[in-house]
């Protein structure tokens, strides 16, 4: 493992045995799920952990957790702290600094994190995910322009025109609303999909809950953790049926989350206030 890995899984093993003792069901989602199931641990050249919990104890897990880990780790999600640039919830180890090149806004800080993404309900017809998903796909792409450090100079007139009428007229905090209700709006009927609204493979993330039911421990770097009940259905449904096979060096690349700061050993509120001298 790297030294950024094995960071993530001591948060990992924090995380899973919070989850445990109260009974919050999640999953490994994505990547590492991947990895769990073809390397029984981390893809090699991963950086990150991917996790999914079904929106009532996600919402429930955000409340608990806030006030019941362990000093170094904090929760981060909007209904703790306003303007936080991301829609779903991390959880951080504070004792590092982690600052991606999409969220390097200059007042921004973070440590190394898991991306706690929620499970909600999805629309029962192809047509009306897709238009659900065009519209997460916008206010996301809104809420980049919002904190993103973009050279506009570099850009086309219309694209900085964009960016520039975004950041007039939107809030951080407003955008994750959006965001937040647009990926809820099935939730209210009864509903036959567990879907990461948020995740990278969009749509195709919109998944039957009887893949992932009941959930099911995987080896994960030594470690038991858990993800779908039916993998082999989850990770074609995402990657198609070559998910075994190991892909080129030019798609590892495409995979990886470039950091605009990495220090596992500087605290990130120390890096926050070294930034604003």
Known sequence: MTPLQEKLLELFCTFDQFCREKKITYFMLGGTMLGAYRHKGFIPWDDDIDIGIPRSDYERFIKEAKDALPEKYIIRH??????????????????????????NKKNYSGGVYLEIFPLDGGASTSRMQKLQAMKVYIYKKMLYAKIMDYE??????????????VRALFTIDGLTKKIDKTIQQ???????????HLGHW????????????????????GHKFFGAGNAHEYLTSLYGDTYMQIPSKEEQ?????????????????????????
């Open 186 to 196: 099935y939730n209210k009927k009864e509903n036959l999909y567990y879907c990461n």
């Open 202 to 221: 969009t749509i195709k993330e919109n998944i039957k809950k009887e893949v992932f039911l009941p959930p099911k421990e995987y080896e994960f770097e």
């Open 78 to 103: 909007r209904s703790i702290e306003k303007d936080v640039p991301y829609a779903f919830a991390h959880m951080e180890d504070r004792t590092t600094t982690c600052i991606e090149n999409r969220r």
């Open 253 to 277: 690349e495409k995979g990886k989350h470039p950091a605009y700061f990495l220090d596992l050993e500087l605290p990130f509120e120390e890096y926050k206030k070294q930034r604003e001298r």
């Open 152 to 165: 506009e100079k570099h850009r086309a007139f219309y694209k900085a025109c964009i960016i520039h009428t």
